[in-house]
């Protein structure tokens, strides 16, 4: 190899560049304000971290429609399966409904229209898919067990906490549309906040009062079915929490002007919000007691569920010290543990390589 080139690995693939190329297309990346181009360069690779989550993220490919559905149908149509329980899986598909169509369009609309670096975009792509996987297997789940869609449409629509949770995040994200000015300190806050909110917040905090009910009934061999599509979309969702984590951690490594006392604080006030927005909906809405939970357990998960997401972007916990009061809610998320869980045929889309779950770190 001559003086003037350079090696570059990825994954068991090696390329040869240009040296001097190569470090120019390295200095051009960055997370905002790089060099805008169209012309897709992910070579030289400056965000590794992304790259590897694209795979990972592809390997756990699953399809809803690989999911038996006929004990689910058996049950929802069935005399042992009280109505409380028919009514947390039509406020599950509801909420989620209207929540996987946010997260998407806020991936598309702002954040993968903000950043320049190529494979922050390729990442953000795959997310994006993701959130329509998730969408899609709530039709699947209507069509399956014959629910009108009308009716999970009327909890998202008439329920004032499950719209206070939703107007929280879709005000962020208007405010922020694709032509900001992201040399502006402020904007730069903004698109801050607003990653932390969706990646930390929502899908990181608020998804987790239904997910758990959702797991509960699982636990009670209710809603096979159903409960492993859960499952799958958990696992999606805590790669999604490391790709926004990343990316807010990222950013602010290479803008530290973003990173005030002030901001910091606006932050945890902003996760305060939140787990308060989250609080209230469990009261309201969720009949935990139906799961044979209790409500103070239940809002301590969130407690230790949020608190994890602020110390993980290095910020001041809320509380501190939570315990989590449902280590089998983390380990029923925890696909790795289950050895024949992958047996059937959602394991053709997964290589023997990437058999990794989700992040232990993110249950
Ligand atoms: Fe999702
Ligand atoms: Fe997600």
Same mark, same amino acid.
């Given at each position: 190899?001559?003086?003037?080139?350079?090696?570059?690995?990825?994954?068991?693939?090696?390329?040869?560049?240009?040296?001097?190329?190569?470090?120019?297309?390295?200095?051009?990346?960055?997370?905002?304000?790089?060099?805008?181009?169209?012309?897709?360069?992910?070579?030289?690779?400056?965000?590794?971290?992304?790259?590897?989550?694209?795979?990972?993220?592809?390997?756990?490919?699953?399809?809803?429609?690989?999911?038996?559905?006929?004990?689910?149908?058996?049950?929802?149509?069935?005399?042992?399966?009280?109505?409380?329980?028919?009514?947390?899986?039509?406020?599950?598909?509801?909420?989620?409904?209207?929540?996987?169509?946010?997260?998407?369009?806020?991936?598309?609309?702002?954040?993968?229209?903000?950043?320049?670096?190529?494979?922050?975009?390729?990442?953000?792509?795959?997310?994006?898919?993701?959130?329509?996987?998730?969408?899609?297997?709530?039709?699947?789940?209507?069509?399956?067990?014959?629910? $009108?869609?009308?009716?999970?449409?009327?909890?998202?629509?008439?329920?004032?906490?499950?719209?206070?949770?939703?107007?929280?995040?879709?005000? $962020?994200?208007?405010?922020?549309?694709?032509?900001?000015?992201?040399?502006?300190?402020?904007?730069?806050?903004?698109?801050?906040?607003?990653?932390?909110?969706?990646?930390?917040?929502?899908?990181?905090?608020?998804?987790?009062?239904?997910?758990?009910?959702?797991?509960?009934?699982?636990?009670?061999?209710?809603?096979?079915?159903?409960?492993?599509?859960?499952?799958?979309?958990?696992?999606?969702?805590?790669?999604?929490?490391?790709?926004?984590? $990343?990316?807010?951690?990222?950013?602010?490594?290479? $803008?530290?002007?973003?990173?005030?006392?002030?901001?910091?604080?606006?932050?945890?006030?902003?996760?305060?919000?939140?787990?308060?927005?989250?609080?209230?909906?469990?009261?309201?809405?969720?009949?935990?007691?139906?799961?044979?939970?209790?409500?103070?357990?239940?809002?301590?998960?969130?407690?230790?569920?949020?608190?994890?997401?602020?110390?993980?972007?290095?910020?001041?916990?809320?509380?501190?010290?939570?315990?989590?009061?449902?280590?089998?809610?983390?380990?029923?998320?925890?696909?790795?543990?289950?050895?024949?869980?992958?047996?059937?045929?959602?394991?053709?889309?997964?290589?023997?390589?990437?058999?990794?779950?989700?992040?232990?770190?993110?249950?």
């Amino acid at each position: 190899m001559s003086e003037n080139t350079t090696t570059y690995t990825v994954g068991n693939r090696t390329f040869v560049l240009d040296k001097e190329k190569a470090d120019a297309a390295i200095a051009a990346k960055a997370v905002i304000n790089g060099r805008d181009t169209m012309f897709f360069n992910i070579l030289p690779l400056k965000y590794q971290w992304a790259y590897d989550l694209y795979k990972t993220m592809k390997n756990n490919h699953w399809e809803p429609e690989d999911i038996q559905m006929q004990t689910d149908i058996q049950q929802w149509q069935g005399n042992d399966i009280s109505d409380v329980e028919r009514w947390i899986i039509k406020m599950g598909i509801g909420y989620f409904s209207a929540a996987e169509g946010i997260v998407g369009d806020n991936i598309l609309h702002v954040v993968r229209e903000l950043v320049t670096a190529p494979e922050l975009k390729l990442v953000l792509g795959r997310h994006a898919h993701e959130e329509n996987i998730h969408a899609d297997s709530l039709v699947y789940m209507i069509s399956s067990l014959g629910i $009108n869609p009308h009716e999970c449409e009327a909890m998202f629509e008439d329920i004032p906490t499950i719209k206070a949770k939703n107007n929280f995040v879709v005000s $962020n994200s208007r405010a922020l549309r694709r032509d900001v000015d992201l040399t502006v300190l402020e904007n730069k806050q903004a698109l801050a906040k607003n990653i932390f909110m969706f990646g930390q917040v929502m899908e990181g905090t608020q998804f987790y009062g239904l997910f758990g009910m959702i797991l509960s009934l699982y636990r009670q061999n209710k809603f096979p079915g159903i409960g492993q599509m859960f499952r799958y979309t958990l696992r999606d969702e805590s790669n999604h929490i490391e790709v926004f984590r $990343n990316l807010l951690n990222t950013l602010i490594t290479e $803008n530290p002007d973003i990173w005030t006392k002030e901001f910091q604080q606006d932050l945890r006030d902003t996760m305060a919000e939140g787990v308060r927005l989250e609080k209230e909906f469990i009261r309201d809405c969720l009949p935990v007691s139906a799961v044979g939970l209790s409500c103070e357990e239940f809002e301590q998960y969130i407690d230790y569920i949020s608190d994890r997401r602020l110390v993980n972007c290095r910020l001041e916990p809320l509380i501190g010290g939570v315990e989590n009061p449902f280590p089998w809610l983390s380990e029923s998320m925890d696909l790795k543990k289950e050895q024949n869980f992958f047996e059937g045929k959602v394991t053709e889309y997964q290589k023997a390589s990437a058999l990794a779950g989700a992040d232990d770190d993110e249950l």
